[in-house]
């Protein structure tokens, strides 16, 4: 049964950093491209950044181009999320799942609260 553990979210001021990081199972996970998602409080869950299976071709949305940096470490099956300079409108639940369409995505785990205090 497929399980992600999304963990290393807090609460930092404007301008700090975060690393977020996503613990995967329940499926062979060097077989898939991976994504970190958001959705802050009203508002529609979004595509933060993708990463290929072996840690290629890194895409990111370009309100955190820059600034986040997403990797993955397939000996340990995790995902990471490097958070620099964060903004307020960086203030959301971030989540870790495979890199598809939101549409298609079934399973969400708890995700980990970020707040960016201005």
């Known amino acids: 049964q497929v399980q992600l553990v999304e963990s290393g979210g807090g609460l930092v001021q404007a301008g700090g950093s975060l690393r977020p990081s996503c613990a995967a199972s329940?499926?062979?996970?060097?077989?898939?491209?991976m994504g970190w998602y958001r959705q802050g409080q009203g508002k529609e869950r979004e595509l933060v950044a993708t990463?290929?299976?072996?840690?290629?071709?890194?895409y990111y949305v370009n309100s955190v181009k820059g600034r986040f940096t997403i990797s993955r470490d397939n000996n340990n099956n995790t995902l990471f999320l490097q958070m620099d300079s964060l903004k307020p409108e960086d203030t959301a639940v971030y989540y870790c799942?495979?890199?598809?369409?939101?549409?298609?995505?079934?399973?969400w785990g708890q995700g980990t609260q970020v707040t960016v205090s201005s």
């Open positions: 799942n495979k890199a598809q369409s939101i549409s298609y995505i079934l399973f």
């Open positions: 329940g499926f062979t996970f060097t077989d898939f491209g």
């Open positions: 990463i290929g299976s072996r840690g290629q071709r890194p």
